[in-house]
Every structure is written in C-alpha cells, then in structure tokens.
C-alpha cells in the first residue's frame, strides 16, 4: 500500500485520502441530476447515464472493494467566462487517474478501478453522442462518480476533504478503488 501511495504522491494532485469503502455515499439525488441533464452529458456520453447502469449496480459492484482513494486537483482558472477552461484540469485528473490504476495492477490491485471527475472527454465528441452503438476507448473511458450516484461533496466532507466552489479555481475529485 505504501508503494502505491509514494506512486499517486509523485503525480501533480492536490490532496490525496485513502477511505474505506463504507465512507463512500450513494444517493440517488445524484443520478437524478444526471437525469435531469444538468450537464448536457445524458444519453450523449457512453460514461455517463443511462449507459453506465444503475446505481443499485454500482452499489453491489462497490461491495467488491474494501478501500480506495479520494484524489483531488485543483487549478486556477484565467478566464471563468470559459468553461473550456474548466474541463482542461477534469482531462489531466483522467489521464493521472489512469495512469495510478495500472500501477495498481502491477502492484497486485487486480480490481483497482478509476471514477474520475466530469464526464469522460477522452473523444473530441462522443460516440454515444454520433448516435454509434460503442465507445471508441473502452479500456479508457471511465465514468465519473456522480454518473454512478456518488455524492462527491457529502463523501468529501464525511472523510474531511473541504470542496469550495470559487470562481477562479476549479477542483476536480476523482477515485481509485482498491
């Protein structure tokens, strides 16, 4: 575990808590802000709902797991006006997410799994939303934690991580399940 640790460490994060998987909350609030579309993601992203199944799945799949880890980033944003700005930090959070999930598995984490932060932009435009039956990066993709029905804010807040919503910061959460 220490080397896994050292291994997220060395990445540019924020913060980093590991959790038990008890701390993790689910609420169903959560997916139907997705339902509602508050992002404009719905049914347009192959990571995002109705795609990536129901929350009553993910809760039976998160009983697999035991820990995992909460990872932030956080960036200044130049120019709010810009929400383009805002998703530069989300792309970084995957790739970095990405990368600490293959480590894990080197480390002999065979389940570990990455949620990251936002809606997958791994594609320019997603398949899902070109009306194509399958994701050009399955092995990539990932969906975030609120697309599984996870309250990122209450989740944070339950393990001591401070979310503050400021106009020309942005933070990103995402997490690796061990």
């Given at each position: ?25 689910i609420?169903?609030?959560v ?143 995402g997490?690796?399940?061990?």
């Amino acid at each position: 575990m220490n080397d896994l640790k050292t291994y997220i460490k060395s990445h540019p994060i924020y913060e980093l808590k590991e959790i038990n998987i008890d701390d993790v909350i689910i609420a169903q609030k959560v997916r139907d802000a997705c339902i509602r579309n508050k992002c404009g993601q719905y049914g347009k992203n192959f990571m995002c709902p109705p795609y990536v199944g129901e929350i009553e799945d993910f809760s039976k799949k998160l009983k697999e797991y035991k820990r995992g880890f909460l990872i932030t980033i956080q960036d200044c944003i130049k120019e709010p006006s810009v929400m383009e700005d805002f998703y530069v930090s989300a792309s970084k959070l995957h790739h970095i997410l990405l990368d600490i999930e293959n480590k894990a598995k080197e480390l002999g984490y065979d389940k570990a799994y990455a949620l990251i932060g936002g809606n997958c932009k791994l594609c320019k435009v997603c398949n899902a939303r070109l009306g194509k039956d399958i994701c050009n990066d399955p092995k990539r993709a990932r969906p975030s934690l609120e697309a599984v029905g996870i309250s990122v804010i209450d989740t944070c807040k339950k393990v001591g991580i401070s979310i503050e919503f400021k106009k020309n910061e942005v933070v990103w959460v995402g997490m690796l399940l061990i």
